[in-house]
């Protein structure tokens, strides 16, 4: 690229765009840097935890109920037992002695095991309460957690759309300044802008304003040698330096 031309006050609007840059490189920094977007994936991973622990408390809700019916279905069948074998002891169909205490010893057997498979049935019904409460419990959580994740959504949408709209209005300023840029100049201050953010910075006290750095005393002296309309750039950050009245030349 041979070297680029303009008039001063070209040159001055190059500030605008990079004020304009300037501010659209905020944006992009306040749009990825919300603090909303990361409440929001630290509710996400906290929601993944409580659905895990429910879909686990569940589970074991379903394979306790089943334990437990089967443990009823093993009471019932005792006490069926009993009720046959007290049917025909009341019936007086058993008269031999030896049968007779056999008979007897059975129930009592089958009234021992009937008492502990209660036992386990209360024992499965306690576990069951525990861990009915303990959905419970995750259940609200995780409907609470939902609240506070739309209403923490809600707040990064509002973010979202005042950084657009802000974005969108300095777009359209930025690109009605490029239309009056001369395309050499433009081309050159993109060029630049793509490492650096902006591409130009005044020259202010004899400092560039792009890298605060001071120039020193031969570079100002080449600065003041050059002709207005000569496009410098600062020798530290290569931004195009533009030559105001506070310049300090
Ligand atoms: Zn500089």
Known sequence: MGPVKASPQTQ??????????????????????????????RLETRA????DALVATETELS?????????????????TRIERDRARL????????????????????????QGDLEEVVLELMERRETLESQRDELTTGRDSLGGEMAEVAARRDA?????????????DQRASIASEVPADLLALYDQIRKTKGVGAAMLRAGRCEG????????????????APDEVVRCEECRRILVRTPESGL
Do not use: M, W
Not at 72 to 78: A, F, S, T
Not at 159 to 171: G, L, M, V, Y
């Open 63 to 79: 394979d306790l109920t089943r334990e437990q019916s089967r443990a009823e279905r093993d009471v019932d069948q005792v006490r």
């Open 90 to 113: 009341d019936a007086g169909q058993v008269s031999a002695a030896r049968e007779l205490a056999s008979l007897q010893s059975e129930i009592e057997n089958l009234h021992r095991r």
């Open 48 to 51: 993944g935890e409580l659905k």
């Open 211 to 226: 890298c605060h750095l001071s120039l020193n005393a031969a570079d100002l002296n080449v600065i003041r040698a050059s």
């Open 159 to 171: 973010a979202f759309k005042e950084i657009d709209e802000q974005a969108a209005r300095a777009t």
């Open 12 to 41: 001055l609007r190059l500030l605008e765009l990079a004020d304009l840059d300037a501010e659209l490189g905020r944006l992009d920094h306040r749009r990825r840097a919300l603090p909303e977007v990361t409440e929001l994936s």
